[in-house]
């Protein structure tokens, strides 16, 4: 898992270059091995549907030419908000792995098959946490 981590780290790193909001995320294959990687863009795009678990899965979906994903896992720095999770689930994936929890999403509005698991520790959700704090104070400055 201590690739994964920092694998999402390093990808979260490229939001700062745009002024992004600081997320990432991984598809991993049954075997935990990263597939595809990715980063919110949605500012250097300007498309407000560029969001880290969006553009891994479009990546992947490009290159597999499918859209049934269930046999991959998606892993993100932070919880994926309410349009992501609609496209997670037209993918096909049943299980998300999480870092830091989305306080800005009402999760109880939805309802879904797919499993969030929250990981890793209080560290490293920390350090996301961080991330996302010190982005925010700097654009309110």
Known sequence: ???????????LKKCKKNKDVPVSALLIDTNNKIVAKSFNSRQKKYNF???AEI???????KKLKTKNLGDYRLVTS???????????????IKKVLYYLDNIKCNYNRI??????????SSKESTIFETELKEFFLKLRK
């Not at 553009?55 to 979906?61: D, F, G, P, S």
């Open 49 to 51: 549907s560029n969001h």
């Open 55 to 61: 553009r891994v899965l479009n990546k992947i979906y």
């Open 78 to 92: 932070l919880k994926p908000c309410l349009m992501c999770i609609t496209v997670i689930e037209q993918a096909s």
């Open 111 to 120: 309802l879904t098959d797919i499993t969030f698991e929250k990981i890793g």
């Open 1 to 11: 898992m201590e690739l994964i981590f920092n694998t999402l780290l390093m990808e």
